[in-house]
């Protein structure tokens, strides 16, 4: 599935732990939005990623939420692709690969890379955290 991103939205709050959101998605002229959210929460109310609980989730334009489920991101100039385990295609109600075609302009596209690595950092080997491809 392929999903287009023409507007970035990030968020992040260290009030109640570390908690960084970054949104890829379009919106239609018509209000429909498309795209998915990348949730990074640490310490905390948020507690511990080496407690078993992925430290990261991905919601969707209608609110699907799963905690975890990425198996690969994949980053390319222009797009993202993002492998998901079935348990999260099953919640999330979309197919294991996902392609973000990134239609933003350079400083965006950097804050998105920025923003993915951020989310799927792991701060210990032992956090459960997906396999990062053409990052570096």
Do not use: K
Not at 5 to 11: F, L, R, S, T, W
Not at 20 to 37: I, K, Q, T
Not at 91 to 113: F, H, K, N, S
């Amino acid at each position: 599935m392929n999903l287009s991103a023409n507007q970035i939205q990030e968020e992040e709050s260290s009030a109640r732990g570390d908690y960084y959101a970054l949104a890829l998605f379009r919106e239609e002229a018509n209000g429909d939005v498309s795209g998915l959210e990348f949730q990074r929460g640490v310490g905390g109310i948020y507690g511990d990623g080496r407690a078993g609980s992925p430290p990261y989730c991905v919601v969707t334009a209608d609110h699907r939420t799963y905690y975890g489920g990425v198996r690969t991101v994949t980053w390319r100039d222009s797009s993202v692709e993002v492998d998901l385990t079935d348990e999260a295609r099953e919640v999330l109600r979309l197919p294991a690969r996902v392609v973000l075609e990134l239609q933003l302009g350079a400083e965006d596209i950097g804050r998105v890379r920025n923003g993915l690595l951020r989310v799927f950092h792991a701060d210990d080997p032992e956090m459960l955290q997906p396999n990062l491809v053409g990052f570096d």
